[in-house]
């Protein structure tokens, strides 16, 4: 037979209205910390542990951007396969910065973008996917180098005023 809880759920009455406090059900669930425990540096120690795969874990995103483009460009970009496009760098967007790729992220952004904002996706211009794909690809297979950052920078900035144009201008090309 199944017991019954006790309501700990507090009520305080005044005048012209009441408190209601509800019970913490989560208060038993969080440990003490141990004197001398920082979690923040354990959390970054098991992710320098990890940093190593970074770059495999990239390649490995890196190569689906780029067979998701090519389906979109060969299905000029039919809603199944521009969705898997806008995904796969998505997915990116989310995870360059966390493994050390900011700017990856930058560009990947920008084709989130050029894709979730243009109002007929027929008038992507695949030119400019094709653009933001291998800048992607670049600034991973250069991480590390002299100038690298500088350039990826450049090109980042570029890409993204490049699709901030192309959005803005979709607009006064309209027919009506």
């Known amino acids: 037979m199944a017991s019954i809880k006790p309501d700990l759920t507090a009520v305080k009455s005044f005048a012209d209205h009441e408190v209601i406090t509800p019970p913490n059900k989560l208060q038993g669930a969080v ?69 050390g790729f900011p700017l990856v992220a930058a560009v990947a952004e920008s084709l989130c973008r050029l894709i979730e904002e243009t109002n007929d996706p027929r008038c992507i211009p695949l030119d400019l996917v094709d653009q933001h794909v291998d800048a992607v690809r670049a600034i991973i297979r250069e991480h590390g180098r002299a100038n690298a950052d500088a350039i990826a920078s450049r090109l980042a900035r570029t890409l993204q005023q490049v699709c901030e144009d192309f959005l803005a201008g979709q607009d006064s090309n309209v027919v009506t």
């Open 31 to 99: 440990g003490r910390a141990i004197d001398g425990d920082d979690p923040v540096a354990r959390a970054e120690a098991a992710l320098a542990q990890l940093s190593p795969e970074f770059s495999g874990w990239m390649d490995d995103e890196c190569e689906q951007l780029d067979r998701t483009r090519r389906n979109a460009r060969e299905a000029r970009m039919a809603t199944m396969q521009r969705e898997a496009l806008f995904r796969a760098a998505h997915d990116i967007k989310g995870q360059a910065a966390t493994l």
